[in-house]
């Protein structure tokens, strides 16, 4: 079977993998050169684009087109192209984005700069963010009040702020040899998150979540320039995230004395645990003596995840204790012109990925076809995708030289990008001893444009985005009240819950206004 509709995936016996892998690599999605796992069309909010960019107005072109702002943060070893009129730049770059239907939302401000003295290059920013919480809109139970087995009832809890705080700090160093036309740099940045995008929609039923954890992020890049303006690059990552969910259930209990049902709370703690090391390499050159130019890419992640959460998405079986790994790989070819004021360019990806995960069961099994001893396989998945990512975008500058004041031109951009996502799962039930396949994929769409302001001593920059093809779950209202099964109490390591699930179709709007002060 095959679905193409991504709002309204059909039940299935999936296990938690189906649903773990999108948070696993929901962060990497912050910095380029790392590759993003989606297994469902859940729409993850752009919460880690807030460097500055100059060209994520057209599409967000990489390949062929250099972005003088974004360059150094993805290769530290790009930041030897500060502009030889100036040392560097300062910046601020304040972004907002919102998912429609008031589905969550959030603001960073980002500070920092990046300057060159020398052979010597190097820089700093700092970053604070405040994540709105998307429960409240999201179509889930509201919170009732706690019962005690007595049948005494205590106050629910004070509300809670209903934003959380992430920080983040960024600082890169390099060298330049000029002899050998060849740069070298390493960076870092260091996480302290308190709050996921979305993550609090994917435990379904449940009356609160505690996210809390960081990541860490470092890279090596080398840069090489030939004359004829010929380059290639190449960057080693590590990436280490690490989340904690303390999720607060309610469970009913059948109190004798009241005879009634009463309620109490239950805290599960899930782990989110993913480690990526990857490879990027990339080549450019012109094309013959036009104003073309033509660049390819090649980028390897290998992921580990020895933490994958109990996410209770209705139509997703929950498996405990899911590891597994990945192995994630970009090959794209880009082409761009550049004649006079305007600038054109078209990136082509071609994505594999292949994903395997697993349940194992933390005390020995009795199945219908024997005893499975502790910390043996109970289900397997092997994910296998085929994904593609198109970019194209346009920009053309206005000069105002000619006007002898302080303003110097406008530049104005506009771009498209496209991801195709479809895999094939393959899973294996040892309990069971059956095997099932299923086939998904969607589409999500980004639609950006931008506006540039160059003064003599200042560039202003805004660009926005919107990106469609993505939803956000909830629980249908049929009626029925959501049970969720708790597996640790049950025979079975294999509990689905009863609501219904489904993806409401929501945009996400990014805004971002940059500021660059140039250092001279």
């Given at each position: 079977?095959?679905?193409?509709?991504?709002?309204?995936?059909?039940?299935?016996?999936?296990?938690?993998?189906?649903?773990?892998?999108?948070?696993?690599?929901?962060?990497?999605?912050?910095?380029?050169?790392?590759?993003?796992?989606?297994?469902?069309?859940?729409?993850?909010?752009?919460?880690?684009?807030?460097?500055?960019?100059?060209?994520?107005?057209?599409?967000?072109?990489?390949?062929?087109?250099?972005?003088?702002?974004?360059?150094?943060?993805?290769?530290?070893?790009?930041?030897?192209?500060?502009?030889?009129?100036?040392?560097?730049?300062?910046?601020?770059?304040?972004?907002?984005?919102?998912?429609?239907?008031?589905?969550?939302?959030?603001?960073?401000?980002?500070?920092?700069?990046?300057?060159?003295?020398?052979?010597?290059?190097?820089?700093?920013?700092?970053?604070?963010?405040?994540?709105?919480?998307?429960?409240?809109?999201?179509?889930?139970?509201?919170?009732?009040?706690?019962?005690?087995?007595?049948?005494?009832?205590?106050?629910?809890?004070?509300?809670?702020?209903?934003?959380?705080?992430?920080?983040?700090?960024?600082?890169?160093?390099?060298?330049?040899?000029?002899?050998?036309?060849?740069?070298?740099?390493?960076?870092?940045?260091?996480?302290?998150?308190?709050?996921?995008?979305?993550?609090?929609?994917?435990?379904?039923?449940?009356?609160?979540?505690?996210?809390?954890?960081?990541?860490?992020?470092?890279?090596?890049?080398?840069?090489?320039?030939?004359?004829?303006?010929?380059?290639?690059?190449?960057?080693?990552?590590?990436?280490?995230?690490?989340?904690?969910?303390?999720?607060?259930?309610?469970?009913?209990?059948?109190?004798?004395?009241?005879?009634?049902?009463?309620?109490?709370?239950?805290?599960?703690?899930?782990?989110?645990?993913?480690?990526?090391?990857?490879?990027?390499?990339?080549?450019?050159?012109?094309?013959?003596?036009?104003?073309?130019?033509?660049?390819?890419?090649?980028?390897?992640?290998?992921?580990?995840?020895?933490?994958?959460?109990?996410?209770?998405?209705?139509?997703?079986?929950?498996?405990?204790?899911?590891?597994?790994?990945?192995?994630?790989?970009?090959?794209?070819?880009?082409?761009?012109?550049?004649?006079?004021?305007?600038?054109?360019?078209?990136?082509?990806?071609?994505?594999?990925?292949?994903?395997?995960?697993?349940?194992?069961?933390?005390?020995?099994?009795?199945?219908?076809?024997?005893?499975?001893?502790?910390?043996?396989?109970?289900?397997?998945?092997?994910?296998?995708?085929?994904?593609?990512?198109?970019?194209?975008?346009?920009?053309?500058?206005?000069?105002?030289?000619?006007?002898?004041?302080?303003?110097?031109?406008?530049?104005?951009?506009?771009?498209?990008?496209?991801?195709?996502?479809?895999?094939?799962?393959?899973?294996?039930?040892?309990?069971?001893?059956?095997?099932?396949?299923?086939?998904?994929?969607?589409?999500?769409?980004?639609?950006?444009?931008?506006?540039?302001?160059?003064?003599?001593?200042?560039?202003?920059?805004?660009?926005?985005?919107?990106?469609t093809g993505t939803g956000r779950p909830g629980i249908l209202d049929d009626g029925t009240s959501?049970?969720?099964?708790?597996?640790?109490?049950?025979?079975?390591?294999?509990?689905?819950?009863?609501?219904?699930?489904?993806?409401?179709?929501?945009?996400?709007?990014?805004?971002?206004?940059?500021?660059?002060?140039?250092?001279?």
């Amino acid at each position: 079977m095959t679905t193409r509709v991504p709002f309204s995936l059909r039940p299935c016996r999936t296990s938690l993998a189906l649903a773990a892998l999108l948070a696993a690599a929901s962060p990497p999605q912050a910095r380029g050169q790392l590759i993003q796992i989606k297994t469902l069309p859940v729409a993850d909010g752009q919460q880690w684009q807030f460097f500055p960019s100059a060209n994520r107005g057209m599409g967000g072109l990489s390949i062929a087109l250099r972005d003088s702002l974004l360059d150094p943060f993805e290769n530290p070893a790009k930041g030897s192209r500060l502009s030889e009129k100036s040392h560097g730049f300062f910046f601020g770059s304040p972004s907002f984005y919102a998912v429609s239907k008031n589905a969550g939302g959030g603001r960073t401000l980002p500070l920092g700069g990046i300057a060159r003295f020398g052979s010597t290059f190097g820089g700093v920013a700092f970053a604070v963010q405040q994540i709105d919480d998307a429960r409240q809109n999201a179509g889930v139970l509201p919170p009732t009040i706690d019962l005690i087995p007595n049948g005494a009832s205590v106050a629910p809890p004070a509300p809670t702020n209903t934003t959380r705080r992430n920080q983040f700090a960024f600082a890169t160093l390099g060298r330049v040899f000029e002899r050998a036309g060849i740069s070298v740099g390493a960076n870092a940045m260091w996480s302290g998150l308190n709050h996921i995008d979305g993550v609090d929609l994917l435990y379904a039923g449940s009356r609160g979540i505690d996210q809390h954890g960081g990541a860490v992020n470092a890279r090596l890049g080398m840069l090489k320039e030939w004359s004829g303006e010929r380059a290639f690059e190449a960057t080693v990552l590590h990436d280490r995230f690490r989340m904690t969910h303390d999720v607060t259930w309610a469970d009913n209990f059948w109190d004798p004395s009241a005879r009634t049902f009463v309620q109490r709370a239950r805290v599960e703690v899930n782990r989110d645990h993913t480690n990526i090391w990857g490879l990027h390499l990339g080549y450019t050159q012109p094309i013959a003596n036009s104003d073309w130019r033509v660049g390819t890419i090649l980028t390897t992640n290998l992921s580990s995840h020895p933490h994958l959460p109990e996410y209770q998405i209705a139509q997703v079986m929950t498996i405990p204790w899911d590891p597994g790994r990945s192995a994630a790989y970009d090959i794209g070819v880009g082409i761009a012109k550049t004649r006079g004021p305007t600038r054109f360019g078209v990136d082509a990806i071609f994505e594999p990925i292949r994903s395997h995960t697993w349940g194992e069961t933390p005390d020995s099994l009795m199945t219908a076809f024997g005893t499975r001893p502790a910390g043996s396989k109970t289900t397997e998945n092997w994910f296998r995708f085929t994904n593609a990512i198109l970019r194209t975008g346009i920009a053309h500058d206005v000069s105002m030289d000619s006007l002898r004041v302080s303003l110097r031109g406008l530049r104005f951009e506009g771009g498209l990008a496209l991801r195709s996502i479809g895999y094939k799962l393959s899973q294996r039930d040892h309990v069971a001893q059956t095997d099932r396949k299923q086939n998904e994929g969607w589409m999500e769409w980004t639609r950006t444009w931008g506006l540039g302001i160059r003064f003599t001593d200042l560039e202003v920059r805004y660009t926005g985005r919107t990106t469609t093809g993505t939803g956000r779950p909830g629980i249908l209202d049929d009626g029925t009240s959501f049970l969720r099964g708790d597996a640790a109490a049950s025979s079975s390591i294999l509990s689905a819950p009863n609501g219904a699930i489904r993806l409401t179709g929501v945009a996400v709007t990014t805004h971002q206004l940059s500021v660059s002060l140039p250092i001279r």
